[in-house]
């Protein structure tokens, strides 16, 4: 077993790729410079990524990255595999880097194609072995999808892909909100509380199974997955929502006060 397990507090983004996570990353970022006063050790995990919208403070390209093995003759698709895989080797220096720092925060940037993450034995042996026990995981629903249906149903199923393969918190994100109208949020939300409503609109959809997609999702409310909460990267009061939540399963400490004007 690993020997160096990180023991701070950890937000792992992870989502669909195009689902926003690398905005987020950087709009939770200055979240927390904002709210906290902390400023977050950023983590880019993504090595076929070719600029971020933050300066990675740690970086898994620095260690292995897609060309590589794209020089090698590799394919696009095998040439990101064999990358992410090849992330194990350098778990060691990677940490060692993160624990110098002793961060306050950490934020995670995982790679955009996210099942070679977390359904592959490498992102599942960082969760397990090396994050610590104060780790959040929001699972980002791209609003292009899960503005359907189908696509909510799709988009749910991964997240409980995740929830099962990566034993920490998770919050369910509604990413990039603020693409939909307020109606659209709010048929989004219904479909992830309401399992009756799903059912009527899948039924709608002539999708076969609507009568067991109730039944599951009814056992899955309140219970297995969470309510969505509607974000932003650009969107202020989303982000706050998403950041309130964090702080209270990181448990972060008081946020800094500012000194009242004389009188």
Known sequence: MFSLRLDYPTILLVGPAGSGKSLLAKALMEKAIEQRDIYPLMVNMDPGVEKTPYDPDVDVRDYVT??????????????????????IEYIGPLTAEIAESEPELIIIDTPGQMELFTHRPR?????????????????????????????????????LSVRVRMPVYTLSVLSKADILSEEQIEYVI?????????????????????HVMRRVFHEFENDVLGVLIPTSSVDEPGVDDLWAEIEEVLGLAEPKRHASPSA
Do not use: H, M, Q, W
């Open 66 to 87: 897609v060309k590589e093995f794209l020089d090698r003759g590799y394919g696009p698709n095998g040439a990101l595999i064999a990358a992410v895989d090849k992330i």
């Open 123 to 159: 992102g599942e042996f960082l969760v397990k072995y090396v994050l610590g026990p104060r780790t959040v995981i929001p699972f980002l629903y791209d609003p292009a999808v899960s503005i359907t249906p189908e696509g909510y149903v799709s988009s749910a199923f991964l997240e």
């Open 190 to 210: 219904r479909l992830s509380t309401d399992p009756e409503f799903l059912k009527l609109e899948l039924e709608s959809r002539g999708f076969a199974y609507a």
